[in-house]
């Protein structure tokens, strides 16, 4: 083998290459010193016909090497994707928070912690005691509405007088009905639990 040649992973022998002491282009060379780039361990095999060199990744499949520079038309190639550069994974210190500094005052016992929990909870609980509140309220208020519109629609003659008193009746019920769950929910929204046992 004469000084000037050079053998690709694949038995390809160029002729007329630099030789390593006249490389101008350390760390950048795909012969002489590759960089580190993300096909740097994939076989190099000299494409010939285009005149670079390119690596093959595991599926066969020929990417130009990052080292030749290429741009452009130059550049295209059949690809699979293997020559995009991987988003680089996070130091384990950086996701662990190693060497961070601990607020003595922010940290907490598991009791405290789930004193925290349950009073969360409780609050969610009461925002969703509320709203049934609401609800319940609302739809009894407009039953109550409906009886005395029907009320009003009957004409003060002779023979509805029983009606009218059958449909006040169940309108003064419903209002006693309303006033009755009101007491009875604000009441145990704050009753203290010790006083039931």
């Known amino acids: 083998m004469t000084k000037n ?46 005149g670079f060199m390119e690596r093959i990744c595991g ?8 080292d030749e520079r290429l741009e452009g038309v130059d550049a295209m190639h059949g690809c699979d994707g293997c020559c995009a550069e991987p988003e680089p994974e996070p130091e384990p210190e950086a996701v662990l928070g190693a060497e961070q500094p601990v607020d003595a005052e922010k940290l ?43 009320i009003e629609c009957y004409p003060a003659a002779t023979g509805t007088e029983h009606t009218v008193s059958q449909l006040a009746l169940v309108a003064d ?16 929204l704050f009753e203290d639990p010790s006083e039931g046992e």
């Open 5 to 50: 040649t050079w053998t690709d992973d694949y038995g390809v022998t160029i002729k007329n290459v630099h030789g390593e002491d006249e490389c101008r282009t350390p760390g950048a060379c795909t012969i002489h010193s590759p960089s580190d780039h993300g096909m740097s361990g994939f076989p190099q095999g000299w494409r010939a016909d285009r």
């Open 59 to 66: 599926h066969g499949v020929g990417h130009p090497d990052p």
């Open 108 to 150: 907490f016992t598991m009791d405290e912690f789930d004193k925290g929990t349950l009073m969360q909870f409780e609050a969610g609980v009461y925002v969703g005691m509320e709203k049934a509140h609401e609800l319940a309220v609302s739809e009894i208020t407009k039953l109550r509405d409906s009886f005395e519109a029907v």
């Open 173 to 188: 019920t419903l209002d006693v009905l309303l006033l009755s769950y009101n007491k009875r929910f604000f009441s145990s």
